[in-house]
């Protein structure tokens, strides 16, 4: 079985390490994967986005055309909803992006990654650092969701993954993006048919 996911989303929304968790998980679970990042010009705030393939077989071309899963981080980046196969699955941060996509041959999760993120002030940094920085682990959570991955069994799997990519003095944010990627996934399971955000994570 082969998953092919695009993350797409604006420079230091952290879209590439979103990809990064996803593409590491999926060697943990002992898989293949591919990562391939894709810059704009800007040097920061531009468009970006990454290729992630899994599967079981090796992986013949890690460019992906035709995504099963897209997730979007922003507005500007719903550009890439016309490359979402028909029947995948599109999961956008509905605290950037208000307007939904016009198709109606993909499944669609709204998913309010950045207000999530931000109601997690008690995790973040002495002196009340902005916690909305864990959009991006929300995304991982819900992705995860969507996947169909029971969380309950695989709490220690998504910590090693955060280990991984959280060193040193980041070490300290392990906590947090724990609990962002425990908050998204929440959000998906308890509002299975849902495809808007409550109106007070929208404020």
Same mark, same amino acid.
Do not use: W
């Given at each position: 079985?082969?998953?092919?996911?695009?993350?797409?989303?604006?420079?230091?929304?952290?879209?590439?390490?979103?990809?990064?968790?996803?593409?590491?998980?999926?060697?943990?679970?002992?898989?293949?994967?591919?990562?391939?990042?894709?810059?704009?010009?800007?040097?920061?705030?531009?468009?970006?986005?990454?290729?992630?393939?899994?599967?079981?077989?090796?992986?013949?071309?890690?460019?992906?055309?035709?995504?099963?899963?897209?997730?979007?981080?922003?507005?500007?980046?719903?550009?890439?909803?016309?490359?979402?196969?028909?029947?995948?699955?599109?999961?956008?941060?509905?605290? +950037?992006?208000?307007? %939904?996509?016009?198709? *109606?041959? =993909?499944?669609?999760?709204? /998913?309010?990654?950045? &207000?999530?993120? !931000?109601?997690?002030?008690? +995790?973040?940094?002495? %002196?009340?650092?902005? *916690?909305? =920085?864990?959009?991006?682990? /929300?995304?991982?959570? &819900?992705?995860? !969701?969507?996947?169909?991955?029971?969380?309950?069994?695989?709490?220690?799997?998504?910590?090693?993954?955060?280990?991984?990519?959280?060193?040193?003095?980041?070490? !300290?944010?392990?906590?947090?993006?724990?609990?962002?990627?425990?908050?998204?996934?929440?959000?998906?399971?308890?509002?299975?048919?849902?495809?808007?955000?409550?109106?007070?994570?929208?404020?």
């Amino acid at each position: 079985m082969k998953v092919e996911v695009i993350t797409a989303g604006q420079g230091g929304q952290g879209v590439l390490e979103l990809a990064n968790y996803i593409a590491y998980f999926e060697i943990m679970k002992g898989r293949h994967a591919a990562y391939t990042p894709s810059y704009g010009p800007e040097s920061r705030g531009g468009k970006v986005k990454c290729y992630v393939v899994a599967s079981d077989e090796q992986i013949d071309s890690p460019i992906v055309e035709e995504p099963d899963v897209l997730i979007v981080m922003n507005a500007l980046s719903m550009d890439f909803v016309p490359m979402l196969k028909a029947g995948g699955t599109l999961i956008f941060n509905s605290s +950037l992006v208000e307007q %939904g996509p016009r198709r *109606t041959d =993909i499944k669609v999760r709204r /998913v309010p990654a950045t &207000a999530l993120a !931000a109601s997690l002030k008690e +995790l973040g940094p002495p %002196g009340g650092g902005d *916690t909305s =920085i864990a959009a991006n682990s /929300v995304m991982f959570g &819900a992705f995860l !969701a969507v996947a169909g991955e029971p969380l309950a069994g695989q709490t220690e799997a998504v910590r090693e993954v955060l280990a991984h990519f959280f060193t040193e003095r980041k070490a !300290a944010y392990i906590m947090l993006n724990s609990r962002a990627v425990e908050t998204g996934y929440a959000f998906v399971t308890d509002h299975p048919e849902e495809t808007s955000a409550p109106r007070e994570l929208l404020a």
